[in-house]
């Protein structure tokens, strides 16, 4: 039998697979991602069946039996004649084997994955197909008894996440957010001298006039948001930036919490108190929460953002 319908030769094309399509949802390429998701899921697949029993990847057609036979090691068909199952089948037969269970977002994926390749995909249902691809792979690893950390090796942490139910959506997603980041960046530099990517990290922001509060822009009316220095980026060590606004307001004292932070080295970014709250939960002990801007009591709220920090509370 030809090697490239083993086991483990659909394993490594599931494990290649998967790895470009955590590559895509982090650029953020959704279509991209759902494709080589259902590509991945489809190769694991196969080696599930085919460590079972190799005819077990066999595509029912005319030529059937031949193909069995192929698969048995006694008979040699010509490339252009081999013919497996795709996603949908594997699938199938995975579940009625008792391997996997009936998944409506798994079906979901599938389709989504059969919609990238033939025709314009909802990238709005792509983005969200990480769980259902993670969980997948994670049952079907356990049938090839094969460990996590091998097949996802640097996406292990973030997959992990992605089907532990106790942590709520927000906090994945920016924990998978924060990983892609990383991940982009290290890749950036791939190849290269340690100290090109430590000069990048250490060289001075291109908005360096911005290492003081001062008024950014006005949303909702008469809102001020402002910016200001936020400390080390989670995602990749640079230098990034925290947005504020404001949440309370005496005669002589503005108070500011977090809303935002955003990295122009690796493109980390995170929006509005949820998101901050899952970015502090992501072990990142550091950033400034809270910013008090003491002012003269006749001073409107703009002139009140004019001024410079005058204490900073973190919390």
Not at 107 to 126: C, F, K, P, V
Not at 201 to 211: D, H, M, N, S, T
């Amino acid at each position: 039998m030809d090697d490239s319908l083993s086991s483990e030769s659909f394993y490594q094309g599931a494990k290649k697979a998967a790895h470009k399509a955590m590559d895509d949802h982090g650029r953020p390429e959704y279509d991209e991602f759902a494709l080589h998701a259902g590509v991945a899921v489809e190769k694991l697949a196969k080696a599930a069946l085919a460590a079972k029993n190799p005819v077990y990847v066999a595509e029912i057609r005319n030529n059937s039996a031949d193909m069995v036979m192929h698969l048995g090691g006694h008979v040699q068909l010509d490339e252009e004649k081999v013919r497996t199952v795709g996603a949908t089948e594997a699938i199938r037969r995975l579940r009625k084997i008792g391997v996997l269970k009936a998944d409506t977002d798994l079906d979901l994926l599938i389709e989504i994955r059969n919609g990238a390749a033939h025709a314009a995909s909802d990238s709005t249902l792509a983005k969200g197909m990480i769980t259902p691809l993670a969980r997948t792979i994670e049952t079907l690893l356990d049938e090839l008894s094969k460990p996590l950390v091998e097949f996802w090796e640097r996406w292990t942490d973030p997959v992990k996440n992605a089907v532990n139910e106790q942590e709520d959506q927000v906090f994945r997603e920016v924990q998978l957010r924060m990983v892609q980041a990383r991940h982009a960046f290290e890749d950036r530099f791939a190849g290269l001298p340690a100290e090109v990517k430590d000069g990048a990290l250490k060289a001075p922001q291109p908005r360096k006039e911005e290492w003081f509060a001062k008024p950014m822009e006005v949303r909702d009316g008469d809102l001020l948001v402002l910016k200001t220095s936020g400390g080390n980026c989670p995602a990749c060590g640079g230098q990034g930036l925290l947005t504020f606004e404001p949440i309370g307001h005496t005669a002589t004292e503005t108070t500011f919490t977090a809303n935002g932070f955003g990295c122009y080295l690796c493109n980390f970014e995170v929006h509005g108190p949820d998101e901050m709250a899952a970015l502090r939960k992501v072990n990142t002990p550091g950033l400034t929460t809270t910013v008090s801007v003491s002012h003269g009591p006749t001073l409107t709220p703009e002139e009140q953002a004019r001024l410079v920090i005058g204490e900073t509370r973190t919390g």
